[in-house]
Every structure is written in C-alpha cells, then in structure tokens.
C-alpha cells in the first residue's frame, strides 16, 4: 500500500510540475496582433505630465537611437532614417536577434527586423512598430556563425496573422508559426514599456529638481519663543 500510495504522490506531483511548466498563450490569441493600412502594428500612446514637446522630442529621439538603433545588429538595415527635423516623424529601421531557445551548443533565432516611428504633439509621444519580417534558418559560415544568406524570410502579415499565426479553431498559436507571433508581441511590448520607464524617470528627476530646496531652520541661541 506504501509503494502504492508513493507512486500516486510522485504522479501527482509530475502532473503539477507539468501544468506550471504550460505556457498561458491566451494573451497572444485573437485581438492579440492587429493591422492598420495593410500592415501588422503594434502601437502606444501615453503623455507624460509637466514636460514640454520640446523637452520630448530630443528625449524620444534618444532612445530610439540608443535603445533600439544602438542595440541593433550593426550593418545597413539598422539605422536611423529621420530625426523629425522636417516633418515632426522620427524614424528608424533596426534588425535585431530574437531568441526563441538557446541550450549548450544550441541556438534557435531569427533575425527580427521592423520599422519605428515616434512622434510629439505637445505632452503626448505616439509611437509605432511595423513593416516587420523574420530571416530564418540563415546560413552558417565555417566558424558557425550566422551569415544574413539564404534562409527563409517570413514577413507578418503572412506569417503571424490571426490566419496564419493560430490554428484554424483560433484557440492555440501555430507550432510553426506561433513563436514567432508570441515573441513578437513581448517585443513590441517590452520596447514600449522601456520607454515609458525611462520617461517616468525623466519627469520624477524634472519634478526633483524643480521643487524648491527647503531652507534650514535658524537655531537661536539665548531666546525662547512661546
């Protein structure tokens, strides 16, 4: 009865490992990747209290050179395309790597590549990511590194769509396809959520410093006040 018992324990508790270990993709299902004018985009409007267009503009145009064009694979597809000096539109083109595993001597990636624009209008940042595409499965040179040849380029809107991107009862993502949907949406949400972390910095330091300095309190000496 004790082996019994003992058995029934450890299945009970591989089955709860396993049910934690299961991903909760239900954020990354319908509603999750929407399309404006033909192309899949991920968008974020916020306003940051008590700091002016003109304080912004340098701001956002800041981190987008730094934080994504910076952080980008260096070569001719990531680079900044406007600094909205004409028209107010700041853009930028960046190719980056996106993980989707990696053990000891093993690497599951693709290079991930989009356009942002990002634009002020008074206390308000609007930002954009679109024209996206994947290479996949690129080849690898002699030192075993990845080459930006041949390969297989996915672009989104035929590859993470809702038709694509999910299985026909829309319920699950894709096993072929559903990695890259789940890993691009986190994207798309961590770069704007980065933003607004350094934004919300920026005017907590802006309020420190405006805030006046309280004065010290005199100290006297030989007088008493009642």
């Known amino acids: 009865m004790k082996k019994i018992a003992l058995m029934l324990l450890a299945v009970c508790l591989t089955m709860g490992v396993c049910a934690k270990e299961k991903k909760d993709d239900s954020k990354y299902l319908v509603g999750a990747v929407k399309t404006e004018n033909g192309l899949i985009t991920f968008s974020k409007t916020f306003t940051i209290k008590g700091m002016t267009e003109e304080q912004l503009k340098p701001l956002v145009l800041g981190y987008i050179k730094t934080t994504l064009v910076g952080g980008g694979i260096e070569g001719p597809r990531t680079r900044l395309v ?15 790597w996106m993980v989707f595993k990696k053990k000891f001597a093993y ?25 996206i595409s994947y290479l996949y499965d690129e080849k690898i040179d002699d030192e075993n590194k990845p080459t930006g040849e041949e390969g297989i380029t996915y672009v989104a809107e035929e590859w993470i769509d809702d038709e694509n991107g999910l299985n026909k009862t829309k319920t699950k993502l894709h096993v072929g396809s559903g990695k890259f949907r789940r890993k691009t949406c986190d994207r798309a949400e961590q770069i704007f959520d980065k933003m607004m972390d350094f934004f919300e910095q920026e005017a907590e330091e802006k309020e420190a410093k405006e805030q006046p300095k309280p004065q010290p309190v005199k100290k006297r000496k030989y007088i008493t006040e009642e």
Do not use: C, H
């Not at 107010?88 to 083109?93: C, I, Y």
């Not at 942002?116 to 954009?128: E, L, P, R």
């Open 107 to 131: 690497l599951d990636a693709t290079r991930f590549r989009y356009t942002v624009t990002a634009s002020v209008k008074g206390s308000t940042v609007s930002m954009k990511i679109n024209q």
């Open 82 to 96: 406007s600094d909205g000096k004409e028209d107010g539109l700041m853009v930028a083109r960046v190719e980056e």
